[in-house]
């Protein structure tokens, strides 16, 4: 059985390549359809405890200024990717003072985590470089990406296991493997893929650039012994700081509002 299920793993891992909306080869043992899918359930599992526990939504002031900012991105990732318009967008505060993170599902919903907000005295700018990573993430199909590697790893072999009777994945593998994906490191490829998409995103919905570089600043001095949880699913690629700045003078255009630059297209 065993036997099995590892060569049927690697006949997939053989067919499963596929090009990013980036035009970089990505491993996909899932469709983006499928990511979507099984993120809602992820999405729905990942909210219920929290919703329970009361720690949803709590501030309106602050649920109407991260929901202001997310409509400006989800605006400008709808142009970048028509597509997307037909996602099921949404953003939550969750209310944990500690917790440093947010992410973006595939399909599109959101959250973010008041000790992001609190620990850093993020500014809009600031929120809306976090928001337009993440959002860049799912814009570039990283999710699907991150549940592949998470399917060719033990929690693959068991869902194509279960599978191998059937085709396609069963419905809590795959939410396993969608939630999975928000919690596994990106690459650095990946990685400087959502810096790159996600301060033009931002600098299109009218957030200075100069946020990008302030914010990794402000989340590298909360490293050291208890690291936030987004430092450990964004590993810093080589010279992230670096390469924010050097996009810096091209982002301000579009900050500015002046003559438009070629577009980075998905
Ligand atoms: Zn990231």
């Not at 090009?19 to 992820?42: C, D, H």
């Not at 009218?206 to 946020?211: K, L, M, N, V």
């Not at 302030?214 to 964004?234: C, D, I, V, Y």
Request: net charge positive; hydrophobic share 45%.
């Amino acid at each position: 059985m065993k036997r099995i299920c590892i060569l049927t793993l690697t006949s997939l891992l053989l067919v499963a390549c596929a090009t990013s909306p980036t035009g970089r080869r990505q491993l996909m043992l899932v469709s983006e359809q499928q990511a979507i899918s099984a993120s809602k359930v992820a999405y729905a599992q990942t909210l219920k405890p929290l919703t329970e526990e009361g720690k949803v939504d709590n501030d309106p002031a602050l649920k109407k200024r991260v929901t202001a900012i997310t409509e400006r991105l989800v605006a400008q990732a709808v142009k970048m990717r028509p597509a997307t318009a037909k996602w099921d967008w949404s953003i939550k505060v969750i209310d944990e003072p500690d917790v440093v993170n947010a992410w973006c599902m595939a399909g599109g919903k959101m959250a973010i985590y008041t000790g992001l907000i609190e620990k850093l005295h993020a500014t809009d700018d600031e929120i809306a470089q976090v928001m337009g990573h993440e959002i860049a993430h799912a814009l570039a199909n990283h999710q699907a990406e991150q549940m592949s590697v998470a399917l060719a790893t033990s929690v693959g072999v068991a869902a194509v296991g279960v599978a191998s009777d059937r085709p396609g994945l069963t419905v809590p593998a795959a939410a396993a493997a969608a939630a999975l994906a928000i919690s596994l490191p990106n690459s650095r490829t990946a990685e400087t893929e959502a810096d790159r998409i996600g301060i033009e995103l931002a600098a299109k919905a009218g957030y200075d650039p100069r946020a990008a570089v302030t914010l990794w600043e402000k989340m590298a001095k909360l490293g050291g012994r208890n690291p936030p949880q987004f430092l450990s699913t964004h590993p810093s690629p080589a010279n992230r700081l670096q390469t924010l700045k050097q996009l810096v003078p091209q982002m301000l255009p579009y900050y500015e509002n002046k003559a438009p630059r070629p577009v980075f297209k998905l």
